[in-house]
């Protein structure tokens, strides 16, 4: 099946820095791809759409000047968390859809955990 | 908008028994409804989904799916659960094409040996 990695799986920071984390889709070609954020015990929450080419398309309430998203090739997005707070703090997980006969289906990479300090 | 709503949270089961987790979901259109399961210390992973056709959906796992577009629900069931089937169960319906997806909360589910 479809592989969608992530890089890195943890990483630890301190307050003020920033971030880059890097979704990989190994054997296939992703125009698209999504950034979510997973909080404890709740759901994951849609930050920004990635378009390959093009600006990213983000969620209500994401701001685009703090999650900055790059689409540089057709299997490479990636995430950087500019001037990173505690609250940064979560599991970023990204994923890439594959079409189906019309419709998609989307593959997860396995997440980052992002430790603001 | 597209929301997902899942009824149970937190289920705990003994081995062998069944299993039914309940998905309702609100959208006025067409939809394609997943189900995704996420084991400890892994990654997400399509158990099963619905596009179109046969409304009794089979995943993997001994896992299924029924569609009733009359109740807008999605609910998942396995009539036996085991040990290895501990994990969190999110429920994700989307509209199509490359359009968002919307999850649920989870539910975390518990069998006991």
């Known amino acids: 099946g479809a592989v969608v990695s992530q890089h890195p799986s943890w990483v630890i920071c301190k307050s003020g820095t920033s971030v880059k984390i890097e979704c990989r889709s190994l054997d296939f070609q992703a125009t698209t791809m999504f950034w979510y954020r997973q909080f404890p015990k709740q759901s994951l929450m849609l930050m920004a759409t990635?378009?390959?080419?093009?600006?990213?398309?983000?969620e209500q309430g994401v701001e685009k000047d703090k999650f900055l998203i790059n689409h540089a090739s057709l299997t490479l997005s990636t995430l950087t968390v500019t001037s990173a707070h505690p609250e940064d703090s979560s599991f970023y997980i990204c994923?890439?859809?594959?079409?189906?006969?019309?419709?998609?289906?989307?593959?997860f990479g396995p997440g980052t955990r992002l430790t603001v300090l | 908008a597209q929301s997902v709503s899942q009824h149970n949270h937190h289920v705990i089961l003994s081995e062998a028994a069944s299993l039914e987790l309940g998905c309702n979901y609100s959208y006025g259109g067409t939809v394609n409804l997943f189900w995704y399961v996420q084991y400890p210390g892994q990654h997400l992973q399509l158990l099963l989904k619905?596009?179109?056709?046969?409304?009794l959906v089979k995943g993997i796992k001994g896992f299924e799916a029924e569609f009733i577009k009359s109740k807008f629900s999605f609910n998942l069931r396995k009539p036996s659960v085991q040990w290895s089937d501990t994990a969190e169960y999110f429920c994700a319906v989307n509209s199509g094409g490359y359009q968002k997806v919307t999850f649920g909360i989870g539910t975390k589910l518990q069998v006991i040996p």
């Open positions: 990635s378009n390959e080419g093009s600006k990213a398309t983000y």
């Open positions: 619905y596009f179109s056709g046969d409304p």
């Open positions: 994923s890439a859809p594959i079409a189906f006969s019309g419709t998609d289906t989307q593959y």
